[in-house]
């Protein structure tokens, strides 16, 4: 008799700090990103209340590229995966143990770019890294200053590679 079980995780929330990418001694990449998720609530009483909590996330190879070159310290993501716990012995003899949320989906959620002052991040889906569809018929080509008059605060948009794409 087979049993059932789920891993799956599901977040949607704003990064802590800018990813940090390396490779392992065989080649494969490997970035770690701080994740923080907020709920707010309002007690009995009428207080409103809010808690944060902060993740670490995970990503290898392609998806972990992919996030090294998104991604930045305040962008808001949705990430999707499995929760993994280790365990180790610490330098000084105490047991310790670290969970993580290993990744294999992410969607970035707003439109900011990193380095731009003042400009508000809208809830606008940015690169997946789920395949784009074929790419439409090229449209006419609008000059430099009629495309900033009509759009004045649009950042350029992003490009994904589909050889970028892991599965």
Not at 61 to 75: H, T, V, Y
Not at 130 to 150: C, F, I, L, N, Y
Request: with cysteine; proline share 7%.
């Amino acid at each position: 008799m087979s049993s059932r079980s789920l891993n799956k995780v599901t977040l949607i929330g704003n990064l802590t700090r800018d990813p940090e990418l390396r490779y392992t001694p065989t080649g494969a990449a490997v970035c770690t990103i701080g994740l923080a998720t907020n709920r707010t609530w309002v007690t009995d009483a009428g207080e409103k209340k809010e808690e944060t909590e902060f993740h670490r996330v995970v990503a290898w190879n392609k998806l972990a590229e992919l996030c090294s070159q998104l991604l930045a310290k305040g962008r808001k993501v949705y990430v999707e995966g499995r929760l993994r716990t280790s365990a180790w012995q610490a330098q000084d003899g105490s047991q310790r143990t670290s969970t993580e949320i290993v990744i294999e989906d992410m969607i970035v959620l707003d439109s900011k770019r990193p380095g731009v002052a003042g400009e508000e991040g809208a809830a606008v889906e940015a690169p997946s890294v789920q395949p784009a569809p074929a790419p439409a018929a090229p449209a006419k080509k609008k000059s430099v200053k009629a495309e900033t008059a009509e759009v004045p605060h649009q950042a350029p948009a992003e490009s994904v590679n589909p050889d970028d794409i892991p599965f």
